[in-house]
């Protein structure tokens, strides 16, 4: 029979797209085919983390919730780039404007309170150990809400070609241990599927309360732990080197 060759390697990241490359050959596969899929992660130390701060702010008017909103954030980002995080690192991830109502019981209605605008922003962050600092900061700064901490690896390149290598020596090690139980003696690759799961991160608890009066001295304790990434390898092989193949062999000779 004819089966065909593919090799797909497709990436996915929470937030990145899916990359796909996919080339196919044609070979002939005479022994059974088996597929095997292996999942194998790497942990390491995270040479970054990501907090998210907002501010809140209301007014009477749209206008000047924005512009009220607009000077405080302005101050908060000031303060995040006076402690070295380059524009690159700070990325605006919403602003919302909405009225806001309040319930009049004795009339049955919502009466208008006021215009409010919230303002968020993502930080990156490639010190750690300044990560409690910076929250202190942020919040002196202005923020009335954090979230976060999540730890990554900047560049996880490295761990998951180490995941990509144990995996595929998993495979083969099952695949021949399937051979030699079945009474043949190797196995051929015939399809490769790689999906990778990202880059590792360890989501913490989100921080959304007002936290304004936290003293100035009582920095918030951080510990980064690990983080892991890897990918899962589906292969498809063709078990040979059989008896039922050699007689084949034998009878088109």
């Known amino acids: 029979m004819i089966r065909q060759m593919m090799l797909c390697l497709s990436a996915g990241m929470l937030a990145l797209p899916t990359l796909t490359h996919a080339a196919q050959i044609e070979i002939e596969a005479e022994g059974p085919v088996i597929e095997l899929s292996v999942y194998e992660s790497v942990t390491a130390e995270p040479d970054i983390v990501t907090i998210g701060a907002g501010v809140t702010s209301e007014a009477p008017t749209a206008v000047a919730a924005l512009r009220e909103n607009s000077a405080q954030m302005r101050a908060v980002i000031d303060r995040i780039k006076a402690l070295g995080v380059p524009d690159e690192d700070i990325q605006t991830t919403g602003i919302n404007l909405n009225a806001q109502y309040d319930y009049d019981r004795t009339n049955r209605r919502q009466v208008f309170r006021a215009y409010q605008v919230s303002n968020r922003v993502s930080v990156k962050l490639r010190e750690i150990d300044e990560t409690g600092a910076a929250l202190d900061a942020l919040v002196t700064a202005g923020a009335t809400d954090l979230?976060?901490?999540?730890?990554?690896?900047?560049?996880?390149?490295?761990?998951?070609?180490?995941?990509?290598?144990?995996?595929?020596?998993?495979?083969?090690?099952?695949?021949?241990?399937?051979?030699?139980?079945?009474?043949?003696?190797?196995?051929?690759?015939?399809?490769?599927?790689?999906?990778?799961?990202?880059?590792?991160?360890?989501q913490r608890a989100a921080m959304?309360?007002?936290?304004?009066?936290?003293?100035?001295?009582?920095?918030?304790?951080?510990?980064?732990?690990?983080?892991?990434?890897?990918?899962?390898?589906?292969i498809k092989y063709e078990l040979t080197g059989g008896e039922e193949s050699e007689a084949e062999t034998e009878e088109d000779g």
């Open 208 to 234: 959304r309360e007002p936290v304004a009066e936290m003293a100035a001295d009582e920095v918030a304790p951080i510990q980064p732990g690990q983080v892991s990434t890897g990918v899962t390898i589906t």
């Open 147 to 202: 979230s976060g901490p999540t730890f990554g690896l900047d560049d996880d390149t490295s761990a998951k070609d180490q995941a990509r290598g144990r995996a595929i020596e998993r495979a083969r090690e099952r695949a021949m241990a399937y051979a030699a139980m079945l009474g043949y003696e190797e196995a051929r690759v015939l399809e490769i599927n790689e999906t990778i799961t990202g880059r590792g991160g360890m």
